[in-house]
Nanobody, 119 residues
């Protein structure tokens, strides 16, 4: 059974840091492009970070560029999102997404983890 399970969310003060993790199972993790999305209250889901299948290339939304870092460890079937200098506008549910590099119609989603940035 395919699973993507996010963890690491929580409450943090503005300027603080948080590290999210997403563990995949039931599919060949190393053949999937990994992405992080977020959805703020009342807003559309947006992509914020992307990493290629071997970790050699990354890209970010302008809203998080310079503050967030995506990485992956294929041996652990895990993708990470390191977040620093957090702002209240970063408050959202964060979702892990996997899409097959070779069969792009195969796509999986995690259940999400809540990040709240507030003083």
């Amino acid at each position: 059974q395919v699973q993507l399970v996010e963890s690491g969310g929580g409450l943090v003060q503005p300027g603080g840091s948080l590290r999210l993790s997403c563990v995949g199972s039931g599919f060949i993790f190393s053949t999937y492009v990994m992405r992080w999305y977020r959805q703020a209250p009342g807003k559309e889901r947006v992509r914020i970070a992307h990493i290629d299948i071997n970790g050699g290339s990354t890209n970010y939304a302008d809203s998080v560029k310079g503050r967030f870092t995506i990485s992956r460890d294929n041996a652990k079937n895990t993708v990470y999102l390191q977040m620093i200098s957090l702002k209240p506008e970063d408050t959202a549910v964060y979702y892990c997404n996997a899409i097959s590099y070779y069969l792009s119609q195969r796509e999986y989603w995690g259940q999400g983890t809540q990040v709240t940035v507030s003083s």
